[in-house]
């Protein structure tokens, strides 16, 4: 094992969270290196040729290679546990940029209610309404706190959207329920499919509030603050999976990392993995080590170490660190490390077809949609309900390649014939003709719910592949039941031909893609009793590491992460940078 | 972030290739290129190490430690040929075994010339290829042991009876498909077991290999399989392997022609696909019915014309633009 040369900061990982911070702590005048364990990679040349389904949609070329690591899962502690050995429900993403170079640009704030869950539904419904079982608890940050950080999170990527509510004034065409912000997007919205058209008129007419999914895809040429220049959008159909040939989609490498590169003060080590972080005297963090492009392990000291390795490693390596100090693993002297797993709903509700007519929704993209707010959150009066939380509903995504659809029809009720000359016949007449309405929901703390290490699967690193103890409970169950109602009634009104709606959710599975949205596992609080880290991220018990991204959730909202995971990162590469190199082995404020 | 690269020709073995090296000894006979690293030192930005190679041939399936190069230990997913791999050159099936998944897959997506189907499109060449990689594993597959077994009823086989001499884990029948792809079996054993189980079973109900049965009596054997009604198959399951040859079906078909199948981009043009696109416009986007005629990878116009575009991956750098569609 051979000693490198120290640096100020070492991230696990160069994705998005890992570049806001070097982008931040560089222009700040620390150096910092990243450990990536993929290639390294930009729009050109690296994504200039992608445009392959089967290669990047189903063989999935730029995830996590599940050949050297993966994730292992049962539905609770007493059931069975078997590894994930090929991709279903999630998509984590390997190579400089991290899963953010084949996101979809789906790109949100939550809502003010997203972060005091605990008090909102203590105060508006009484102790008894929150289910049975669940560890929901107040952000340690304000909605108030993060506007800055989300505002120029939002000016620096170049977001699409339509303002719903600017300081406080509802506008026209926008979402209504989305909480203030201080100023505009940055570009106006993308285009939408046809089928979300018609969805937005079918939303209206039952008194909804449709509006255009805000992107962090730009829908025009765009020049940010550090001189990115960017092209807008050009709808080419290869986007989630794939990364941006034309830089059009916001991705690290378009954004946050020239800038960082550009001081000097930044180096990203790709090819290389992280599989421990090390600890000196007294429990602080002396480093990571790492193995290289080589098979050698190496030893990599800094002064801080950043977990910014995406959900599942930031808690695996939580708790593959050990040492006399924490013998239960870094950040875990209370237990806590791995509760307060949570995820997303993202089910394909009701399916229209619409026989004669031709979509092409192969165009576009995943953020070529419109949305309602109307069932997210407690937007809608739940006192009669039966369950809490919601989720947001849109209709129609771009991008649909055949590989990843002809195989999900016929649409029928019936479990039509999949195979032969009528198959085939129906593919030509109606391959193009489906709209859909999808449904991603919020997802609950419980203490049956959590992340471990697993007893018998290994990694290639040796050390044990992180477990999964997830399924869906009561509360979901009956807010799907709620949800799918709506989604029925409004593709009703969109006026298909024929229609599938799924009423129930089905247990939990692992085997199909849901979204790529793990959060929780090493969550933020405001004492080392209720949480893993401060509203930094970083660890109460070894204040030199600093966990970011989708981890730190108490509990998961109906939307996607990023949005917040990236203002989050901001305010905390900003305390590292102006407060906590004074002070090193304290706790920020 | 320069956009100089050093085109270099990856070597070539001299060794006779081995079945499952077919494929990428073809790509990189015909050029297969690869980019050398980011030479960012010229324009002054900060230093990147480590470069990109092409994917590693091989994989020994059990799990290696790590102390040869990384990525020699763990394939990732292999681009696509230049050109489609030639249908008469077998990777892995016998010309028997090639026969029946071409039929069978042409009960799944039937054709005619005028017509095409799964045979007309090559999908048999498709799955033959597929098979020539890493075991026929075309993505990046964990294969640690144990693995799993089912049992039927409430309680597991008692843990410590001889027939779990293996180390297995016991998952209930009913609860097995929410774990995903479990199979102890490689995509090549599924394949060659799975069409013995095919030929036996209609021996046994209509006295010949499937290739030599008629049309409809072809049909009734996918369809007892697809419910799940053949006997004799045992792992793969007569549901699990029709599963398996319905999906490779529609990857054949609707993937790119590059890999052997959709020749002629005969999937995309029945249901309207224009393939590899770069762009669309706002007008396109809301517009009813085709726009464009279909395009395959090799036809892509390149961003850099004589300038290498994404030189890890195969395309042809020049004579693009003749194969283009008129339009
Ligand atoms: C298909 C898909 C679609 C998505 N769509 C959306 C969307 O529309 N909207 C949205 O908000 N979010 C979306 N996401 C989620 C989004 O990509 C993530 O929230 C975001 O990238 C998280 O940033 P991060 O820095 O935490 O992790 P990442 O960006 O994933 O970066 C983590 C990096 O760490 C590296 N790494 C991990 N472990 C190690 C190790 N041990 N050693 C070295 N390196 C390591 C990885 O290779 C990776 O490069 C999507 C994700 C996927 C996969």
Redesign the pocket.
Known sequence: MAIQKKVDVV??????????FAQILTEGGYNVL?????PMRWANPDFKHNHDPLRYHIRHA???NLGR?TWSWRPNPKAPTLPMRQYGS???????????????????RFLESDFNYRTHYIERYGENKLPAGNRIQDWPVTYKELEPYYDRFEYDIGVSGQTGNLNGVILEGGNPFEAPRSRPYPLPPLEVTIPSVIYADACRELGYHPFPQP??ILSQAYQDRWGNVRSGCLYCGFC??YGCEVDAKSM?VNTHIPPALRTGRYEIRAH????RVNLGPGGRATGVT?IDEQGQEQEQPADVVLL???????V??LLLSRSDDHPNGIGNDQGLVGKNYTYQHWHGVSTGLFEGRRFNLYMGN??TQNVIFDFQADVFDHSDLDFVGGGMLFSTLGERDPLASVGSLPVTDEGGKNWGQGWKDYLRQNWDSVATIVFQGESLPYEDQFLDLDPVYKAA?GQPLLRLTFDWHQNDYNMYRFIAQRADEIMKQMGPTRQKTTKELDPYNIHK?Q???PTGGAIMGTDPGNSVTNKYGQVWDTPNVFV????LYPQNPG????????PL?YMAAEAIRDRFFRNPDRILV | MSDEKIPTEKPQSEEKPTGHEVTLLLMSRRGFLRAAGFAVAATGLGVVTGCDTPPAEESTGALPTETVPVRAQYPEVPYAPIVPPPADVLVFFSPHEAQTVEALTARILPGTPDDPGAREAGIANYIDKLMGFNEGFAEPTYRQAPYAQTYEGDTPPDQASPSNQYQTVWVSKDEIDRYGFQSLLTPREIYRAGLKSVDSFANQTAGSNFVDLSEDQQDQILEAMSKGEASGFDNPSAKDFFARLRDDTINGMFADPAYGGNRDMVGWKLIGYPGAQRAYTPHDIHTEGPVRPPQSLAMMHQFHPGQLANSHVAVPVSGTEEQRPEH
């Open positions: 991230t696990v990982g160069a994705g998005w969270t890992a570049a806001i990243s450990i990536e364990q993929g730029m995830m996590v690591e999630f998509n984590p993403g390997q190579g400089v940029g991290g899963a953010a170079i084949h996101w979809s640009g789906m790109n949100w992107a962090g989630t999976r690290p290389s993995k992280v599989i790492y910014s390795g995406f959900t599942f490693t930031n695996r390596m995943t953020s690193d893609y979204s790529t949205h970011t991204g989708a981890a939307v996607n992460p990023t949005g917040t995971l990236a990162a």
